[in-house]
């Protein structure tokens, strides 16, 4: 897979817990080298000004990456996930690309809901979608909303974390985020609500039918660490498991 030169990026992968807290998935994110990217304080300001053809080397570094530890995510029965945007996007119209995606099965691909390029029903996109397995990310961010699962259709749907702040402070918001989590699971959508930090959230979460939980509530590791422990997700104490605080590495 052919990259112009490496990125001085490093990886890392948030872990996605199911209900009986097996790790099921996890997502794939870039974090700066603060040696080899100085100037940048954060990662979001680093992507900004990146240009197209180096956040598609980070693609292709991240599948590339996945690529190495497939046995490994093979055998845990553990999906990845990477996000894409409008300018990544072309780097999966490539038959090399796709031919490699294809052979490791556990890898998908996350789009924003006000990605305006991938929710278009166009002959392109159309053709790309065929090729790989799309979840849809922030859902409820206010953006094309239910309207986008009316293009594609996402078998995945990952909530906005700001969904989950904020109808957890209202008086009424348990049962709206109650309501749209039956409504999905009512027509087939795996769930994964993010934005989890403290265990009041996955307290509030407890009776509601999502597919899996994602959140800073638990920390996210290296592939090194991912491979040396499969981590153990704080659900519930009686259960076995202990709330633990998040800590980036």
Request: with cysteine; net charge negative.
């Amino acid at each position: 897979m052919m990259i112009s030169k490496p990125t001085g990026m490093r990886y890392v992968f948030q872990p996605m817990f199911n209900r009986e807290g097996k790790l099921i998935a996890v997502e794939c994110l870039s974090r700066l080298d603060p040696l080899k990217h100085r100037g940048f304080s954060q990662v979001e300001q680093f992507f900004s000004t990146a240009s197209p053809r180096l956040r598609q080397d980070i693609l292709l570094e991240q599948i590339a990456l996945v690529r190495r530890y497939q046995t490994w995510f093979r055998d845990n029965d553990v999906m990845v996930t990477l996000n894409i945007d409008e300018q990544t996007l072309m780097v999966l119209d490539n038959d090399f690309v796709a031919e490699c995606v294809s052979g490791l099965h556990c890898l998908h691909f996350e789009i924003n809901e006000f990605s305006g390029t991938l929710i278009k029903h166009s002959q392109a996109t159309r053709a790309i979608c065929e090729k790989y397995s799309f979840w849809l990310d922030d859902f409820g961010a206010g953006y094309a909303g239910f309207s986008a699962l009316a293009v594609q259709p996402f078998r995945f749907i990952k909530t906005d974390k700001c969904l989950l702040w904020s109808l957890f402070e209202k008086k009424n918001g348990q049962e709206l985020m109650s309501s749209l989590l039956r409504f999905f699971s009512a027509n087939q959508h795996q769930v994964i609500v993010e934005g989890v930090e403290t265990p009041a959230h996955r307290q509030w979460l407890e009776e509601m039918p999502w597919f899996a939980l994602q959140g800073l509530l638990w920390r996210e590791s290296s592939i090194e660490t991912l491979m040396s422990r499969i981590p153990t997700p704080p659900l519930r104490q009686h259960a076995g498991y202990a709330f633990t605080a998040s800590s980036q590495e």
